[in-house]
């Protein structure tokens, strides 16, 4: 893992390319850029505060909320604090993973390892994080953009061909209160993940 510096906002717009760049020097995402996901779930759905688990009625956080919770219903810890506290120990260990092998079992469903199962694997076996792309969704569904916060390039995790950015919005990950991270799979930097809860006003549905 390398530490990279806190870097100002570039001038003019965002663009992807830029990505490749802040993995290699640091770098600020300007707040208001928009990535997009695609989601099997409507509006109505997201904007729900309840829903019903193993026959159990629970409040969860409405909007995007990584699967991150424990599979006993007893113990859901859906608060967003918890959220943010499983992330931050969630990155910290991708940093210390070697980025290739990281990348390829985030990707690849055939390249699963159990050795990764603990920080890429979430609740019913589904990938932690909410991946949403720079430039469209990452699967069918219906289309949501995304508002991000500002995002510093905190830290990097490099490998021979993929990298791994750690992103957040404050100096450091114990800081930040929202943590992304930027899957780089070879040269393409469209992937961008967050470990944190996406609010629903942060989410705006396409078309």
Request: net charge neutral.
């Amino acid at each position: 893992m390398r530490n990279l510096p806190i870097v100002g906002v570039a001038q003019g717009a965002f663009e992807t390319k830029q990505l490749m760049d802040y993995a290699e020097n640091g770098g600020t995402i300007p707040a208001g850029t928009l990535v997009y996901r695609s989601d099997s779930r409507t509006w109505e759905e997201l904007q729900s505060t309840e829903e019903d688990m193993w026959g159990i009625k629970k409040e969860k956080l409405p909007g995007f909320v990584p699967a991150v919770y424990l599979r006993n219903p007893g113990n859901p810890g859906k608060t967003e604090q918890e959220v943010l506290k499983l992330a931050k120990e969630q990155m910290k260990k991708i940093l210390e993973a070697p980025a290739d092998r990281f990348v390829l079992n985030w990707k690849q469903e055939a390249q699963r390892d159990p050795a990764f199962k603990e920080i890429t694997e979430g609740e019913k076996g589904r990938l932690r994080g909410i991946a949403c792309g720079t430039t469209g969704g990452q699967k069918g569904g219906s289309e949501y953009e995304i508002r991000l916060p500002e995002l510093h390039a905190l830290a990097v995790q490099e490998g021979k061909v993929h990298k791994v950015v750690a992103y957040g919005d404050r100096a450091t990950i114990d800081e930040s209160t929202v943590i992304w991270m930027n899957v780089i799979y070879g040269k393409d930097t469209t992937e961008m993940v967050s470990l944190t809860v996406i609010p629903i006003k942060d989410i705006r549905p396409l078309g």
